[in-house]
């Protein structure tokens, strides 16, 4: 069965500002949908709102997942339904290897759905590692590397796609508006979504960058203006904007506002 991501008529308030004001979006498994933007119209505040953030009140409308409405689960029993949100972790974890942290990552989606799981075996653990690192092209002693300890960006990011790769999740939520993303590190990224594309995932890749759909074909494409979705459309969306920038849809929406 394909399972979707539904963002329903989404607004969002930060200390009684509104910044999203009726967000509707719907990402299934299998699809690639690119969410770009100009700075500041509310795409990162999505990412936040379905991480389950603390200061993004959800004043109205729905985010359901696998047909649940997430809205009042915290964000591990979302991680557990199959949401996967890339700055989940973003703290360095002194003393903990790359490797340490992704089994206890498993083993705690595997004791949600059973309590009575044992957790995977150390061997099996390595086999799946291993597997997963040949997909991505990864040098194995990535794997030894403590947590996020001395990381760069580059390595940061490569940290992030291997534990998309080994949790599976159905839904994988990527904000990639960090200014600090070289090209390199967009590679990573690129490349990281390309080999684990498949009907099992769904991605939605939140960015200002059109550079990274060079990389990366979307099957779709949206644009954030002000809080709300104000064009959807194909891989062709990404080139016009490319060429046009924003303003043309600006002047669009004031055109139906004034109309
Ligand atoms: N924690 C916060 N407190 C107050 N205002 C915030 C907070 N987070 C976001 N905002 C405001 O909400 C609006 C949307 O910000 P957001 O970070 O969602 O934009 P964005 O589309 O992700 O931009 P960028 O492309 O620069 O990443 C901005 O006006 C921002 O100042
Ligand atoms: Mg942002």
Known sequence: MTEALEIRNLHVAIEDNEILKGVDLVVKQGEIHALMGPNGTGKSTLAKA?????DYEITAGEILFKGENI???????????GMFLAFQYPVAIPGVSVANFLRTAINAHRKAADPEDKGISIPDFR?????????LEMDHQ???????EGFSGGEKKRAEILQLATLEPAIAILDETDSGLDIDALRIVADGVNSL???DLGVLIITHY???L???KPDFVHIMLDGRVAESGGPDLAEHLEEHGYNWLREKQ??????
């Open 50 to 54: 379905l991480l389950g953030h603390p």
């Open 71 to 81: 809205i009042e689960m915290d964000v591990d029993e979302r991680a557990r339904l």
């Open 197 to 199: 594309a498949g009907p």
């Open 254 to 259: 004031s055109k139906a506002t004034a109309g």
């Open 127 to 135: 086999t799946l590692l291993k597997a997963k690192m040949d997909l």
């Open 210 to 212: 059109q550079r990274i």
């Open 142 to 148: 990535f794997a030894g590397r403590y947590l996020n």
């Open 214 to 216: 060079n990389y990366i």
